[in-house]
């Protein structure tokens, strides 16, 4: 009923840069929050930037200054713009959605299926 869809991951040198993108799809009567996520090996998955519906923003210390979110609401999609990587943003990369599906107006989180970044020292 709603998809959400990663793109944008792949292998960069330390120091460069990376555009992620979520576009969520489907019977979507409204997008509340919208987060990123990112799990790197042996590790839990952490919370690395989020963004209210009125444009509202929160980040992981570890990624201020280096990290900007934005989303576009006309085109249900959400961006991670990423500067300045490190080796230690290795991870898989999420997108998770509040989401009011259509005809029903059930409220549910949904995930992405991710998108790896590997940063190379």
């Known amino acids: 009923q709603v998809q959400l869809e990663e793109s944008g991951g792949g292998l960069v040198q330390a120091g460069g840069s990376l555009r992620l993108s979520c576009a969520a799809s489907g019977r979507i009567f409204t997008i509340n929050a919208m987060t990123w996520y990112r799990q790197a090996p042996g590790k839990q998955r952490e919370l690395v930037a989020g963004?209210?519906?009125?444009?509202?923003?929160n980040y992981a210390d570890s990624v201020k200054g280096r990290f900007t979110i934005s989303r576009d609401n006309a085109r249900n999609t959400m961006y991670l713009e990423m500067n300045s990587l490190k080796p230690e943003d290795t991870a898989v990369y999420y997108c998770?959605?509040?989401?009011?599906?259509?005809?029903?107006?059930?409220?549910?989180?949904?995930w992405g299926q991710g998108t790896q970044v590997t940063v190379s020292s």
């Open positions: 963004i209210s519906s009125g444009g509202s923003t």
């Open positions: 998770n959605a509040d989401i009011h599906t259509s005809g029903d107006y059930v409220r549910s989180a949904y």
